[in-house]
């Protein structure tokens, strides 16, 4: 049976008891800080699992932002090396004057010249003893850089759990006014919001932490390079003939 629009407006009308446009879904605007802590437009308050779970998101957040800039600081300071440093440690050596080396490596404050300040007081000792001496030192100043490196780690794996149990959270909400008052979209609205506004929170900040900490790896990684470099030319500089 064919219908016009009229007609079937007008037997909805005489369906719902009241005119369609009363009848419709209003909507009303929130703004994202309300959307962030789940702010419920029926309710007129405040999710407290959104505003447990996005405490935490920030939390993690600024953790991880405080993390990434001094760790960013600290390796940039260990890859500043004086220039020509082993060419003058090399030509101190040569010429007997270790004092002089040790003091050149005392104000260069980067882990390549703590590296060599040991094995220069070793200087005397069989080459085994000082190679160990150096590579001990270079272990204690890796993991010196290292540090707090794994916070961002779990940062990364952790965010999105977080933000996936705010998700799970919010849909149990869903569930059980479903449950109470039936299918109704301004009902349910509250908990899609938290628990979609939780997923992409703890997204958001894993992937940020994922990114500093492979970032800061790298650096790592490049200082590691750098002082095996240091400690194989020092090595080199006492086996040299004559030594």
């Known amino acids: 049976m064919n219908m016009n629009i009229c007609d079937l407006i007008n037997r909805i009308q005489l369906e719902v008891g009241e005119p369609i446009s009363d009848a419709l879904v209003t909507t009303t605007d929130i703004s994202l800080w309300e959307l962030i802590w789940g702010y419920d437009t029926e309710t007129g308050d405040y999710s407290w699992t959104s505003i447990i779970i996005m405490s935490m998101l920030f939390i993690l957040s600024a953790l991880t932002v405080y993390i990434f800039i001094e760790r960013f600081l600290a390796i940039r300071r260990a890859l500043n090396e004086e220039r020509d440093f082993m060419a ?49 030192v270079g272990k204690i100043e890796v993991y010196k850089l290292e540090t707090r490196l794994s916070i961002l780690a779990t940062t990364a794996g952790v965010a999105p759990m977080i933000g996936f149990l705010g998700t799970v959270l919010g849909m149990i909400q869903v ?44 650096k790592v990684e490049k200082v590691i390079q750098k002082m095996e470099g240091s400690s194989i030319e020092f090595l080199d500089i006492l086996d040299a003939p004559g030594k």
């Open 175 to 218: 569930m059980h006014t479903m449950s109470n008052e039936g299918v109704e979209i301004q009902s349910l609205s509250g908990g899609i919001f938290e628990a979609m506004i939780t997923t992409v929170g703890g997204l958001i900040v894993g992937i940020i932490a994922y990114v500093f900490y492979n970032y800061l790896v790298s």
């Open 88 to 136: 003058k440690i090399k030509e101190y050596v040569n010429d007997g004057k270790l004092d002089a080396a040790k003091q050149l490596c005392t104000t260069s404050d980067n882990p390549m010249a703590r590296m060599i300040e040991k094995g220069i007081s070793k200087i005397g000792k069989p080459m085994k003893d000082i190679a160990v001496s150096i590579e001990n």
